[in-house]
C-alpha cells in the first residue's frame, strides 16, 4: 500500500468523477499546479482555500480527502526543503490542515459501528464508487465514507502499514 501511495499521481485520479462539497473535484490539478509552484501565498491561498472548502464541509469529509492528503503531504516535504517564504507559508498551513482534518476525521470515527472501512485503499477509485461521467448525484455505499475517514488519518499520520488495524482508529 505504502508503495501504490508513492507512486500514485494527480493525473491518476478521476478528479472529475468524485463528489465534493460543491460540486466535482475537477479544478483540483489546477489548485495542486499553484501549490507546487511555492510562488505566490494569495495564488496558493485561494487554491488551499478552494481544495479545502470542498474536501470539508460541516463536518462532511467528502470523496477526494484522502488522495488530497496523499499530494498535501508530499507538498510538505517539498515546502519543508525549500527555504523561501512562501514554502515557509505553505508548510505552516499543510501542518494545519492536518491537525484540523484529523480533528474532522475523529469526530466522524464514532458514526461508523457497521464495520471496517474497504479493505484496499486503492478500490477507492474502482467505478462502483466514483460518479458516472454523465451524473451528479451523491451515492456512496456505506463504506466508502468510513474509507474516507479511515485512510486519511493514516495517510495524515503515516501510518501505511496498519491499513487494516481498526482499533487505532
Given at each position: ?14 478528479w472529475h468523477r468524485m463528489i465534493t462539497a460543491y460540486g466535482t473535484a475537477e ?143
Amino acid at each position: 500500500m505504502e508503495e501504490y501511495i508513492k507512486n500514485l499521481k494527480i493525473e491518476d485520479i478521476p478528479w472529475h468523477r468524485m463528489i465534493t462539497a460543491y460540486g466535482t473535484a475537477e479544478k483540483f490539478p489546477e489548485f495542486f499546479a499553484v501549490l507546487e509552484k511555492m510562488q505566490s501565498v494569495d495564488d496558493m491561498n485561494d487554491a488551499l482555500d478552494n481544495i479545502l472548502s470542498e474536501v470539508e464541509h460541516q463536518d462532511s469529509l467528502y470523496q477526494p480527502l484522502p488522495f488530497v492528503m496523499i499530494f498535501f503531504k508530499r507538498l510538505l516535504k517539498k515546502a519543508e526543503n525549500i527555504h523561501t517564504p512562501e514554502a515557509e507559508w505553505l508548510a505552516k498551513e499543510i501542518q494545519h490542515t492536518f491537525e484540523w482534518i484529523l480533528d474532522a476525521c475523529d469526530y466522524r470515527v464514532y458514526e461508523f459501528p457497521h464495520g471496517d472501512p474497504i479493505t484496499d485503499f486503492a478500490e477507492m477509485l474502482e467505478d462502483k464508487y466514483l460518479l458516472p461521467n454523465y451524473y451528479y448525484e451523491l451515492c456512496f455505499e456505506a463504506d466508502y465514507e468510513h474509507s474516507i475517514v479511515y485512510y486519511t488519518k493514516r495517510i495524515i499520520d503515516g501510518r501505511f502499514n496498519s491499513w487494516a488495524v481498526k482499533e487505532d482508529i
